[in-house]
């Protein structure tokens, strides 16, 4: 027999707020967020999503929206989703549960996204000592392309996947999450000598009630208030998954996540249309309103069969992802280097986090030789599907990373030639991103080296 429809388990209505959806959303991490539907296993279902922001960043000409939104609220999550085998039985703690991605894409309605960075004093971005203000860019989507009137002369296939999936923690899990990011929030200034290269950016997003939504729970009970104040958020991906930003993730990929729940409880959110590798501008891939349709199966005892925890607990694992054979074709590229010595000059030992930066600041002040500005080639590298990878870590005292950018998304050619850069009215690239101004006392990184 043919395939049924995929059932609609979670609808989003976009006339309406996250809060006022039909099926409740969540945006917090916690065993006691109660489920919203069940699923069997091998049952091919459909769940919808808002966007990272719930609507609060629209397709209009300012940036101002990215400084009223609330970051406490990202992300807003579809779920949770308790997985039950096909005698009816739940997953159960230890089990590992494949997550199969059937289908994917935008929100029919909504066939358009945007790509931004944070203001420096809101959360910033991976370069927020380059670019403290908020800016955006809106990308419109034509069946597999996207394009954006802010980043003019640019258009590139996109591969949809979901930036956030995950399975709920246990109580000794979340525990374990919060205890460790308040001593890094507490410490880490005095201990962590990446904070002064990286400038600034929080060291972690503690639990707060402030912006919490937490799926059926009604806000103002002592339940709500209890979740409240324990609830992991979003932010980073975690043993349980979450928001890892896996940018191939795509049309028939597998996620195998660990079980430390009764019922998985799994959630999904954060859609994106087209992200480049390290979405270094933080709210930095094509952030869209979208869909999945998924398929789950139970490996029963299979966090202890194929998962080796790396920490003190059994519970210190990791999901295993199985990337899916779609992905655009590009067969030419330019590839940015960078070692981990910063603008300063200063030496770093085997620092793959300066080395990347460097690639990054690299790749982003050659290409602006071409029309463009520095922010509009920021959010382009956040969105286009480009490659890093980290091609040395062993040669001290330099870790070396790589970021490649494929050169048909250009509708010029930007290779290095002999004589000039070609100059003219043809380079110059109008308008500009959206961008607000940084009223921050927070010093700006400069390259001391610049010309421009």
């Known amino acids: 027999m043919a395939p049924t429809t995929p059932r609609l388990v979670v609808p989003i ?4 707020k996250p809060s ?10 916690h065993p006691d967020i109660p489920s919203v539907a069940d699923v069997t296993e091998g049952e091919v279902f ?42 009816g039985m739940p997953a159960k703690a230890g089990d590992l549960l ?39 860019a809106i990308w419109y989507f034509e069946g597999i392309y996207a394009h954006s009137p802010q980043i003019p002369g640019v ?83 975690r043993e ?36 480049g590798d390290g979405e270094v501008s933080f709210c930095g891939a094509i952030e869209m309103d979208g869909f999945l349709e998924l398929k789950c199966e139970i ?15 059994p519970l210190h694992v990791n999901p295993i992802f199985e990337i899916g054979p779609v992905e655009p074709r590009f067969s030419e590229w330019l590839v940015f280097e960078g070692i981990s010595v910063d603008e300063s000059g200063k030496q770093h030992y085997l620092d793959a986090s300066v080395a990347f930066k460097r690639a990054v600041l690299n790749a982003i002040d050659y290409i602006s030789k071409f029309g463009y500005s520095r922010e509009q080639v920021y959010l382009l590298l956040s969105a286009c599907p480009c490659e ?35 100059v003219g009215a043809r380079l110059v690239r109008k308008p500009d991103v959206m961008k607000c101004t940084y009223g921050g006392n927070l010093p700006i990184t400069k390259n001391p080296s610049a010309s421009v």
């Open 46 to 87: 459909r769940i919808e999503m808002v966007d990272c922001n719930g609507g609060a960043v629209g397709d209009n000409d300012t940036a101002h929206d990215l400084n009223a939104a609330n970051i406490s609220a990202v992300h807003y999550l579809s779920g949770p989703i308790r997985v039950l085998d096909k005698d």
């Open 98 to 136: 494949a997550v199969e991605i059937c289908n994917l894409g935008p929100l029919p309605g909504s066939e358009w996204g945007y790509t931004a960075s944070l203001d420096r004093d809101r959360g910033g971005s991976f370069l927020t000592d380059h670019f403290p203000c908020a800016t955006k």
């Open 240 to 275: 349980n998954g979450g928001n890892c930003d896996i940018k191939n993730l795509s049309t028939g990929s597998k996620v195998y996540l660990p079980v430390f729940i009764d019922g998985a409880n799994l959630s999904a959110g954060d859609m994106h249309f087209s992200q």
């Open 155 to 237: 258009r590139f296939p996109g591969i949809p996947h979901p930036g956030l999936i995950g399975t709920a923690p246990s109580m000794e899990l979340l525990n374990i999450w919060n205890e460790r990011e308040r001593e890094l929030q507490e410490k880490g200034h005095k201990s962590m000598t990446l904070s002064e290269h990286l400038h600034k950016r929080p060291f972690a997003g503690l639990p707060t009630p402030d912006g919490c939504l937490l799926g059926k729970i009604e806000e103002g009970t002592p339940e709500w208030e209890k979740i409240a104040k324990e609830g992991a958020r979003t932010i980073p991906g």
């Open 388 to 422: 890093a990878r980290i091609a040395g870590i062993v040669d001290c005292p330099n870790a070396c990373a790589t970021l490649a950018i494929p050169t048909a998304i250009f509708d010029q050619d930007i290779r290095p030639k002999p004589g000039k850069i070609p």
């Open 20 to 29: 006022e959806q039909k099926v409740p959303l969540h945006n917090r991490w």
């Open 299 to 313: 490996i029963r005892g299979g966090m202890r069969e194929y998962l080796t925890p790396m920490g003190p607990t």
């Open 13 to 16: 209505d976009l006339t309406k």
